[in-house]
């Protein structure tokens, strides 16, 4: 029988330990692994610690549920580019920036360290992540990395389009404009006339 995502979890904790171990020197300090939708992108980082575990604070780093059917090396590196991240929090190393979606060379430099291929994209910077052959080798061999085989399926809705909620209003006599997001009587400062909802 398959097994459940929280057996599957467990693999991906046990992984964390183990990669702790091997690319940062046991020196992160034990994040919370989590399976979420997160259908724009593979994974993500807490900045913050936002998980108490006993007493103690916790960063979250979440795997995306609609991408778990990739390859376990695929998957692994997500979760060390996310371990990155943790990293460069611990140890005060800026590796974003732009509401922390944009990738600087002080990421790549520190993925690169860490069995990661780093190539960059206009818009999210230098975070495109695939495994090295090494990590590649290291997942293939060592037990502890199963197939997950399983993922979550998200149909993404059809954005409809909304009307703004914005008015326009028009000064008959001078053709000044005011914008407000609900309906106003308003009267134009220059000519004192009443100005319309155009």
Same mark, same amino acid.
């Given at each position: 029988?398959?097994?459940?995502?929280? /057996?599957?979890?467990?693999m991906?904790?046990?992984?964390?330990?183990? +990669?702790?171990?091997?690319?940062?020197?046991?020196?992160?300090?034990?994040?919370?692994?989590?399976?979420?939708?997160?259908p724009?992108?593979? #994974?993500?980082?807490?900045?913050?610690?936002?998980?108490?575990?006993?007493?103690? =604070?916790? &960063?979250?780093?979440?795997?995306g %549920? /609609?991408? +778990?059917? !990739?390859?376990?090396?695929?998957?692994? %590196?997500? +979760?060390v580019?996310?371990?990155?991240?943790?990293?460069?929090?611990?140890?005060?190393?800026?590796d974003?920036? !732009? #509401?922390?979606?944009?990738?600087?060379?002080?990421f790549?430099? /520190? @993925?690169?360290?860490? #069995?990661?291929? $780093?190539?960059?994209?206009? !818009?999210?910077?230098?975070?495109?992540? /695939?495994?090295?052959?090494? +990590? $590649?080798?290291?997942?293939? @061999?060592?037990?502890? &990395?199963?197939?997950?085989?399983?993922?979550? =399926?998200?149909?993404?809705k059809?954005?409809? @389009?909304?009307?703004? @909620?914005?008015? =326009?209003?028009?000064?008959?006599?001078c053709?000044?404009?005011? !914008? %407000?997001? =609900?309906?106003?009587?308003?009267?134009? #400062?220059?000519c004192?006339?009443?100005?319309?909802?155009?």
């Amino acid at each position: 029988m398959e097994k459940l995502l929280s /057996e599957k979890l467990e693999m991906l904790e046990i992984a964390f330990d183990d +990669l702790n171990t091997k690319y940062f020197e046991s020196a992160l300090s034990k994040s919370v692994i989590t399976i979420q939708s997160t259908p724009s992108s593979y #994974g993500h980082f807490t900045t913050k610690q936002v998980w108490t575990v006993v007493r103690k =604070k916790a &960063y979250e780093i979440n795997l995306g %549920a /609609e991408t +778990l059917n !990739r390859k376990i090396e695929n998957i692994i %590196a997500t +979760l060390v580019h996310e371990m990155v991240h943790q990293y460069c929090a611990e140890n005060s190393i800026k590796d974003t920036s !732009r #509401g922390n979606t944009y990738h600087n060379k002080r990421f790549k430099e /520190e @993925s690169e360290k860490r #069995g990661l291929l $780093i190539s960059y994209e206009p !818009r999210i910077g230098w975070s495109v992540t /695939e495994p090295t052959k090494e +990590l $590649i080798d290291y997942v293939r @061999s060592n037990n502890i &990395y199963e197939k997950i085989s399983m993922y979550r =399926k998200t149909t993404l809705k059809e954005k409809k @389009s909304t009307r703004s @909620s914005t008015r =326009k209003y028009v000064c008959v006599s001078c053709s000044q404009t005011v !914008r %407000a997001t =609900k309906e106003v009587n308003i009267i134009c #400062g220059d000519c004192n006339q009443k100005m319309i909802s155009n």
